[in-house]
């Protein structure tokens, strides 16, 4: 794995996160092909892949943001959920596709798809970037995803640790003197 400083590796380089958010945005297209897909972003690690996924959807789209905090400064679950941002659209009768950076204890999009689908969408959809699944707690039925990864902690490409790192073009895992974060 190339070093990029500060202890960080690179898992998956620039060039990889954008080959593939290609043909996820292909797959998409087809799979919405005529209908007017509505994204629904996750602030704020999906904000990258919201950006780079929109450009390869060649279908009507809108956009919305929620906001959810599952974790407090650092790398470790609370277990809790809570809404710190709603949308500003209604859903009733839109086709929708929620935007993940991250599934890892399945928690957050447990929580957040039971509140759309409380909002009477056509369609209720998931992609995410990255799945860790051998971490999950709650099962939960994922419908495009970018990468499965081992469980270790991650940054870059929009995803945090404690707020640092986000702007990094590639998505790193953290060495430190104990092993890699977790
Ligand atoms: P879950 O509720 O445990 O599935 O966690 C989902 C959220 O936790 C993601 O949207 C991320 O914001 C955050 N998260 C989980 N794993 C990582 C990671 O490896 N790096 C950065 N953020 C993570
Ligand atoms: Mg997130």
Known sequence: MATVGNGLKILLSREQIQT?????????????????????????GACMFLSDLLRTL????SIDFIAVSSYKNGSSTTGEVQLTKDLDFPLDKREVLIVEDIVDTGLTLSYLKDLLASRHPNSLKIVTLLDKP??????????????E????FVVGYGLDY????????????????AGLLK
């Not at 593939?20 to 602030?43: F, M, N, S």
């Not at 060649?58 to 789209?61: G, I, N, S």
């Not at 990864?149 to 270790?152: G, T």
């Open 134 to 147: 051998s971490r999950r707690i709650q099962p939960i039925e994922v419908d495009y995803i970018g990468f």
């Open 58 to 61: 060649e279908v009507d789209t």
């Open 149 to 152: 990864i081992p469980d270790a």
């Open 20 to 44: 593939r958010i290609a043909e996820l945005g292909a797959q998409i297209t087809g799979d919405y092909a005529g209908k007017r897909l509505h994204l629904v972003c996750i602030l704020k």
């Open 162 to 177: 404690a707020e640092r790192y986000r702007q990094l073009p590639h998505i790193c895992v953290v060495e430190t003197a």
